[in-house]
């Protein structure tokens, strides 16, 4: 299954885009890239999913690069409840959760 | 509405006891999921199921077992409780199988457990 790399943390002002990276770079060419998040101590939320192209639903916009090494998850105008933890992961035999990126909103 | 939920959502037990933690979901879906949670860790995979009768090994399933005799449930049974094992634990379940392209998880709200 494939790994995925994220920076432990990010900081965004609130109303600002948050732009979180993601590291996938020995992702299989059939292997779909899923971002969740957790806010607080609740259960994981699905965010959105993509393969090849991008992907914009009502919660976020995901930007997967076109040698699908890495993907950006994109919260266009974030708000104090999208702090959260946000997970990349790359689909496998179940889905395999890292420490994921602690987003921090802020006014 | 279709759900999952966990019950308890605490508790405390002794080391040596056996422990039942119950996953029930009304989506009638096939695959279902026990992760645990700690401090320091994403979410680490116990065990899964891909439909009745079938159950497979996660990441960190040692002292752990489950069994599916039904699509709606998936208990996680920790069989000598050891002090390791506190931790919260979520199930999850989806719809499609592996290599679908649609695989989101719905997550339980979650059992806090506490092994003393």
């Known amino acids: 299954d494939a790994k995925t790399t994220q920076p432990p943390s990010m900081d965004c002002a609130e109303g600002r885009a948050a732009n979180l990276p993601c590291n996938h770079s020995?992702?299989?060419?059939?292997?779909?890239v899923y971002w969740y998040r957790q806010i607080h101590s609740q259960g994981p939320q699905y965010i959105i999913h993509?393969?090849?192209n991008n992907e914009t639903n009502e919660m976020a916009s995901l930007i997967i690069t076109e040698d699908r090494k890495s993907s950006t998850l994109i919260l266009p105008h974030a708000t104090l409840r999208d702090t959260a933890v946000y997970y990349c992961?790359?689909?496998?035999?179940?889905?395999?959760f890292g420490k994921g990126t602690t987003l921090s909103v802020s006014s | 509405d279709a759900e999952i939920t966990q019950s308890p959502r605490h508790k405390i037990t002794e080391t040596g006891r056996q422990v039942t933690l119950a996953c029930h979901q009304t989506?009638?879906?096939?695959?279902m999921f026990w992760y645990r949670q700690d401090l320091g860790h994403g979410l680490r995979l116990i065990h899964y199921?891909?439909?009745?009768?079938?159950?497979n090994k996660g990441e960190v399933s040692d002292g752990y077992s489950v069994s599916r005799s039904n699509t709606e449930d998936l208990p996680l049974t920790l069989e000598s409780a050891a002090s390791s094992q506190t931790s919260v634990y979520f199930c999850?379940?989806?719809?499609?199988?592996?290599?679908?392209?649609?695989?989101?998880?719905?997550f339980g709200p979650g059992t806090r457990l506490t092994v003393l």
């Open positions: 999850a379940s989806s719809e499609s199988t592996r290599g679908s392209s649609y695989n989101e998880q719905f």
């Open positions: 020995t992702i299989s060419g059939n292997e779909y």
């Open positions: 993509g393969l090849k």
């Open positions: 992961i790359v689909e496998g035999t179940a889905l395999i």
């Open positions: 989506w009638n879906h096939n695959n």
């Open positions: 199921s891909y439909g009745v009768q079938d159950t």
